[in-house]
């Protein structure tokens, strides 16, 4: 079965600093990769979405990488802002139609 | 106005009464899940459907049914069977496995 790890589980750091989450999983057989930010108490938000054949995804100040072979996939914020303070989660999709695999998250605060 | 709804955001029932959340999305899409969150913990697949009439279970189904008889509709009924029925309950949908946008979920309290 899937298993998605997210570490850390949290982080802190200063406004304006660039960062990265982790995401790794252990079965390189995905359809794709999706990152999503969470805010306290509400649904997920979709911020990137990585097709198994892409290596990597931008909008905006975030970029998203995928390594399928080593199964690892990277989230980069950059020029982080106070807004940016939510739970960030990623999801893989296996070729298990329709089934998606959840790592428990990275709660980032960024501090002004 | 395109998206997913959840009703009501919150719920509270006594243990032993079987409850329906509602999830209606109106973006044309054939899949929809459910999810359960607990707290520090990501999310765990309930049940899913790919089309109408049809859907399976997902990792955490006991104490859990649901429907599909329309589109745009899929109900998720936590029966008094679940034992541990107090979480945060997630609806998504997605077309045929692609990008997956949730609801803003329900918050279920059984004491």
């Known amino acids: 079965k899937q298993e998605v790890t997210q570490i850390p589980a949290a982080l802190s750091v200063p406004e304006g600093e660039n960062l990265v989450l982790n995401c790794s999983f252990t079965d390189s057989a995905i359809y794709n990769l999706q990152w999503f930010r969470q805010d306290p108490g509400k649904g997920l938000t979709s911020l990137l979405l990585i097709q198994s054949s892409q290596r990597e995804q931008t909008s905006g100040r975030l970029n998203a990488s995928l390594d399928k072979s080593s199964g690892r996939s990277t989230l980069y914020i950059a020029a982080s802002q106070p807004g940016d303070s939510a739970t960030y989660l990623c999801?893989?999709?296996?070729?298990?139609?329709?089934?998606?695999?959840f790592g428990s998250g990275t709660k980032l605060n960024v501090k002004p | 106005d395109g998206g997913i709804t959840q009703s009501p955001k919150y719920l509270f029932r006594k243990e032993g009464q079987n409850v329906t959340l509602s999830c209606e999305q109106n973006l044309n899409h054939d899949a929809m899940y459910w999810y359960r969150q607990d707290p520090g913990q990501g999310l765990r697949l309930i049940y899913y459907?790919?089309?109408?009439?049809?859907?399976q279970k997902g990792d955490i189904a006991e104490g859990y049914s649901v429907s599909r008889e329309k589109k745009e509709s899929f109900p998720l009924t936590v029966t008094s069977a679940q034992k541990n029925p107090t979480a945060f309950y997630l609806c998504a949908s997605s077309m045929s496995g692609d990008e997956q946008y949730f609801g803003p979920g329900t918050r279920l309290t059984v004491t």
């Open positions: 999801a893989v999709r296996g070729y298990n139609f329709n089934k998606f695999y």
């Open positions: 459907s790919q089309i109408v009439n049809d859907f």
